[in-house]
């Protein structure tokens, strides 16, 4: 007698036959693995986030604090770092599992936080910092929920890992300053490898037990990943993503300052419920995309979106209200794209090298972290924060007619 579902092997990731036509739901089995996953990227993404909205005033307290280009070395040498693991933590994760490489990854995480924690000079915190990023396990948290999850819900589960970006960034910019202000710089560094700590338990005991797809084969190469051309559209677009993100943050902070007339410490009272409220509206683009397996059409509406929006900003830059409206329509936008963009990653790498595809991927996101850093400040010393936007706005157009080229995908 046939099954009701011939192609579905014994899985506790597959429902159980009824006969009727299967609803887009997450299982018990993936929704606990996507929650705990998606919490574990949570907890490290703001152990990461803590350091970026104080260090800059803080380090002036280390030797060497009052070297801007040190301080600026100490707040790029994570991304550094990791661009640099993310491929080979990905590799070993494909052959030896995703647990070991994410407890490995988060123990040098908790080392580099206490470095940091211990030194008196700046020099000391670059290299806890350039300790912490070895610890590369953006590449297999984001396989691990890839074999977790079916094609169908996929893009779901993505997004609660992606929006965990935006959410521990804007719940960083709240604590930070408290952090610091309550047990200095030394405790916030504490506070950190305390968050480590608390993702190694979690991968260790909370995210559940899935199995991997194919494991890797012995002799694995770079090169079989970047031949795939939808691939290399997607590296380039989490590059740029994560390149206008951190470009427009070199400006955004002191433009919100001097237009609201805000205090720096009041800052997350723009960010917090910006993000939140594009988070939110974000989820019916998801399940749209999802329903109607139109994901190349979701990839390339927000992306428009995105160029839109960093084309306008100029304009909206003069006016507090037209400031937050735009945040809005940006975060939907970034939502969107963090969300899908690592489901079409898993649906178009082979299954024996999803690691390594995933850690090819986010070595560009680091990247585009570090450039947008670098080449938005450069440009917003000599240009004005308007042509950062229009930076902003002209790489997202690039972007767009990159990702036209690739092959749809369902």
């Known amino acids: 007698m046939v099954s009701a579902t011939p192609n579905c092997q014994p899985n506790p990731n597959c429902p159980p036959p009824t006969g009727k036509k299967e609803k887009l739901k997450l299982t018990p089995q993936e929704r606990r693995a996507s929650s705990s996953l998606a919490l574990l990227f949570a907890v490290r993404m703001l152990g990461l986030f803590l350091l970026t909205p104080v260090f800059a005033d803080a380090a002036k307290t280390l030797i060497e604090g009052d070297n801007v280009a040190l301080v600026g070395l100490a707040i790029g040498a994570y991304g550094l770092t990791q661009a640099i693991m993310q491929i080979p933590f990905g590799m070993i994760s494909d052959k030896f599992g995703r647990r070991p490489v994410i407890i490995a990854g988060m123990a040098l995480f908790i080392l580099g936080g206490v470095v940091c924690a211990m030194s008196d000079s700046v020099t000391g915190v670059i290299i806890g910092r350039a300790i912490q990023g070895f610890g590369a396990v953006s590449a297999a948290i984001t ?210 090298h999803k690691g390594l595809a995933m850690g090819l991927y986010n070595m560009c996101q680091a990247l585009g972290v570090a450039a947008g850093g670098a080449l938005g400040g450069l440009i917003a010393h000599y240009g004005g924060s308007s042509f950062v936007f229009l930076l902003g706005a002209a790489i997202a157009a690039l972007w767009f007619f990159v990702s036209r080229g690739m092959k749809a995908l369902v």
């Open 143 to 352: 396989a691990w929920v890839a074999d977790a999850t079916r094609p169908e819900v996929r893009t779901r589960a993505m997004a609660m890992v992606g929006g965990s970006i935006a959410i521990s960034f804007a719940v960083s910019l709240v604590l930070s300053p408290l952090l610091v202000k309550i047990a200095g710089l030394s405790g916030l560094f504490w506070t950190i490898s305390a968050l480590g700590f608390i993702c190694l338990l979690l991968a260790t005991f909370m995210v559940p037990v899935v199995p991997m797809h194919d494991q890797a084969i012995p002799d694995v190469s770079v090169k079989e990943v970047m031949k795939n051309d939808s691939l290399m559209r997607l590296n380039f677009g989490v590059f740029c993503l994560h390149f206008i993100l951190m470009a427009m943050f070199v400006v955004l902070p002191s433009l919100i300052v001097r237009v609201a007339g805000f205090d720096i410490g009041q800052l997350w009272e723009v960010y917090l419920p910006v993000i939140l409220v594009a988070f939110v509206l974000m989820v019916p683009g998801v399940f749209y995309v999802e329903t109607r397996k139109v994901h190349q059409l979701g990839l390339d509406v927000s992306v428009a979106v995105l160029a839109v929006v960093m084309a306008l900003l100029p304009l909206a830059s003069h006016y507090f209200a037209s400031i937050v409206l735009a945040l809005i329509v940006f975060f939907w936008a970034f939502n969107m794209l963090e969300a899908l963009q690592p489901s079409m990653v898993s649906r178009v790498s082979p299954p024996q």
